[in-house]
């Protein structure tokens, strides 16, 4: 968005890509600047969901609706000194009613992100894809890590590795589309997407090879916007400049990618995973492609990580409601 400064640009510049969580510093400290996001909170009780909310309100980010049961929310609290006061409760019997009930306030217009807590994430997103009483819309629902790697200059996104597991080139359109979205929306600027791969030339005997080179086509006739792609890209020259200019790849993307899209969910958690426990990096996670962004994270993500994912859900939907009252959506 014009409003927004490039948040990860500001980072490359200043020298503090390597510094660990500098990313996420920066991202939260942004998120604190717009205004407060009413944020419905589905089952939040253990202590690091109701923490994370806790103290993403306490930041001055988000505006929490807590939706579970409240004796349950109320002794996690006490348990662990939280101070839930402040924050409206709405007693529901058992974690699917709170999914349910989370779900229905968000149609009904009293938020604007919903936010896992402690249950599952396939009985969330059940009541969000529901044809009846969900949250759907005619783009398909997907998973964005935003990654922060002390060893990459870039805030890093990643998808889709929780949700499409063999996605078609239909899917993957919505899947980059809403990357794209989320990286502008958020103030990171224009994304260079590497569509990764295993080669980066162009064969029938890897298919996704095929996917990448047509989603770049889809690109050039407006079908994707946003956002500059390239593919297929093999790993090591989406990411590493050096391995780029041995291969000849002459590209803008090439060796400076900020979004990661993978061939399918195995190839996408696997690296998650790898960047997470090799190279000590923080993965935040949304959802989108639903009528507001979800904050989904993982039941062993530490509370930087869920107020990381809070912080960008907030500017995204932050842009989205300014772009609504300009254009009467």
Sequence with gaps: MAENEDVSGDIARTGEAHAPHAKYERLIAKAKQV?????????????????????????????????????KIKSVAQSFGLD????????????HAAAEKAVQLIREGKGELLMKGSLHTDELLQCVTSSATGLRTERRLSHVFIMDVPTYPETLLITDAAINIFPNLEAKRDIVQNAIDLFTQA??????????SAVETVTTKIPSTID????????????????????????????????????????????????????????????????????RADAAGLVLGARVPIVLTSRADSVRTRMASCAAAVLYADTRRRIAAVTGG
């Design 35 to 71: 205004q407060k996001v009413v944020t419905v909170v589905a089952h939040p009780c253990d202590e690091t969901s109701l923490r994370g909310a806790t103290e993403s309100a306490e930041a001055g980010i988000i505006v929490p609706i807590l939706v579970g049961p409240a004796a």
């Design 187 to 196: 103030g990171f600027g224009t994304p260079r997407v590497a569509l990764l």
């Design 212 to 279: 990448a080179a047509a989603l770049c086509k889809m690109a050039d006739r407006g079908q994707i916007t946003g956002g500059i792609l390239d593919g297929p890209l093999a790993f090591d020259n989406a990411i590493d400049p050096e391995a780029a200019r041995i291969k000849g790849i002459r590209s803008e993307v090439a060796g400076r990618a900020q979004i990661l899209v993978v061939p399918d969910l195995e190839a996408g958690n696997m690296l998650a995973k790898n960047l997470t426990f090799l190279a």
């Design 84 to 95: 839930i006061s402040r924050f409206e409760i709405i007693d529901v019997p058992h974690s």
